[in-house]
């Protein structure tokens, strides 16, 4: 059975702060998801990774095929980052195995 | 990568009706996938939806309680037949687009009462 879990659960950090969601996988995957989610229930893609280390501004995604681990960073956290971050495995058939996310709150 | 236009973005229902989530892509896309999200939960994967065969349902999803209609490249309907509170979650489509990963739609939020 496909697992994902991911750690911490909760954050709360302050604004300006460094921070890391952490995902491990069960199985061997073509490639993993990091997803962002707001209140509203919409979901927006921020990486899809199968190797190696991703930037886009703030953010970076790290995978450690070997260890099934990635990480996600963001640096100099803002409030708006405040959301939850779900990392999800692309298995066979393109199907997505999602982890129950991190709910982030980044205080000013 | 595509834009997903979803609809509606909530609505609240009584207990015994059937609702209608549409789903419509600015581009041609091959698979399309329906989530359901409960409440504090992780999503979980109802059907695949291809165009021009029948959805493909998982483990615990139903076609009579959860018909899906792909009748182009762009177009998808999920249909929550005879709604109980249990409904009441977000539901969510998505496609895969290859490189550019998965797009999702913004999601309904549905309440049954």
């Known amino acids: 059975k496909n697992e994902v879990e991911q750690s911490p659960q909760n954050l709360t950090a302050q604004e300006g702060e460094f921070i890391t969601i952490n995902c491990s996988y069960s199985v061997g995957i073509s490639a993993l998801h990091w997803l962002q989610q707001h209140p509203g229930g919409g979901i927006v893609s921020l990486f899809m990774l199968s190797s190696g280390k991703k930037k886009h501004g703030r953010l970076i995604a790290t995978i ?19 959301a939850v971050y779900i990392c999800a495995e692309i298995g066979s058939n393109y199907k997505l195995t999602f982890g129950k996310g991190t709910l982030l709150t980044v205080n000013p | 990568s595509a834009v997903i ?109």
């Open chain 1, 64 to 82: 450690n095929i070997q260890e099934k681990h990635s990480s996600l960073h963001i640096t100099a956290s803002h409030p708006r980052d405040s």
């Open chain 2, 5 to 113: 236009s979803q609809k509606p973005s909530r609505d609240i229902c009584q207990r015994g009706t059937s609702l209608t989530i549409q789903c419509q892509v600015d581009s041609q896309v091959t698979m399309m996938f329906w989530y359901r999200q409960q409440p504090g939960q992780s999503l979980t994967l109802i059907a695949t939806a291809n165009q021009g065969s029948e959805a493909t349902y998982e483990s615990g999803f139903v076609i009579d309680k959860f018909p899906i209609s792909r009748p182009n490249l762009t177009f998808s309907t999920l249909t929550v037949s005879n709604m109980s509170p249990e409904d009441s979650s977000i539901y969510l489509c998505s496609v895969e687009q290859g490189s550019y990963g998965y797009t999702f739609g913004s999601g309904t939020r549905l309440t049954v009462v």
